[in-house]
């Protein structure tokens, strides 16, 4: 049985911590992100940016009372990928565990 592979965008930790927030959350304020993720404004710019290319957020500029704030947002692109990227976990920790046969054990050292 062939496990499926891991989306590499969504894989790197930094990102993946953006994109479970963004997941559970549905949008937030980029310095809320920063503070709650414990990044500078640098990493999360960066980690954003390549999430965005992928097509799995949305950056936007939204006016507030305190002036304009950046928000992140997840796509519907990103909710699935992050949907199939928890499908193809589920399916490594439901692989049953298998001993080893004697024909592909490794020797003993036991003389």
Known sequence: MALPSLD???HQATR???VALLFRNRTAAFTWARDTL???????DTHTKRLEEAGYIR???????????VRLRITPEGDAAFRAY??????????????PTPSTSLPSTDR
């Open 8 to 10: 590499p965008i969504i």
């Open 86 to 99: 928890l499908e193809a976990l589920r399916e490594y920790l439901a692989l049953e565990t298998v001993e």
């Open 16 to 18: 993946l911590r953006i």
């Open 59 to 69: 950056r936007g500029r939204v006016l507030t009372t305190g002036g304009f704030q």
């Open 38 to 44: 414990g990044l500078t404004d640098g990493n999360l």
